[in-house]
């Protein structure tokens, strides 16, 4: 099964849904790097799993093109912003195969996503998960699928 397949199925499950402002995005994540083959992310917060990816020798951080090109070849794609006010969490998703989706709140044209938060979807570009405050990052598994 393909890692984007499994982030489209596993974003719309009930189990996924925001519970009382408690949001799952980090078990999400994890859950989809799993299928894709890497259990480094395990345990781990969204605020957590940036930083482990952003310092980690096998994920390489890509402009958004680069990161809707990558997911349309079927790589793991993890969309990140990491909170700088401790005690608040970030936020993470996973792009999926799909077109640059213009993001008026944003100003430029970001990848699709699934995400799972506070709207969980599987359709939307980048800009509908982080706010223009929290403009995400992007970072590429170099492992195989």
Not at 9 to 34: D, Y
Not at 43 to 58: P, Q, W
Not at 112 to 138: D, I, M, Y
């Amino acid at each position: 099964m393909k890692s984007s397949y499994f982030a489209k199925r596993l974003a719309g499950l009930a189990c996924m849904q925001s519970k009382h402002s408690l949001t799952f995005c980090n078990e999400f994540v994890f859950l989809v790097a799993h299928e894709a083959g890497t259990d480094e992310l395990w345990n781990k917060t969204a605020n957590e799993i940036v930083e482990h990816i952003k310092l980690s020798e096998r994920w390489c951080e890509v402009l958004e093109t680069q990161a809707q090109t990558d997911a349309n070849q079927e790589k793991l794609v993890i969309a990140g912003w990491q909170s700088s006010h401790e005690g608040y969490g970030g936020h993470v998703c996973i792009v999926i195969p799909g077109m640059m989706q213009n993001s008026p709140s944003h100003g430029i044209m970001l990848p699709t996503v699934a995400n799972v938060g506070v709207s969980n979807f599987h359709w939307n570009h980048a800009g509908f998960a982080f706010s223009k405050e929290k403009r995400p990052r992007f970072w590429t598994w170099k492992g195989e699928l």
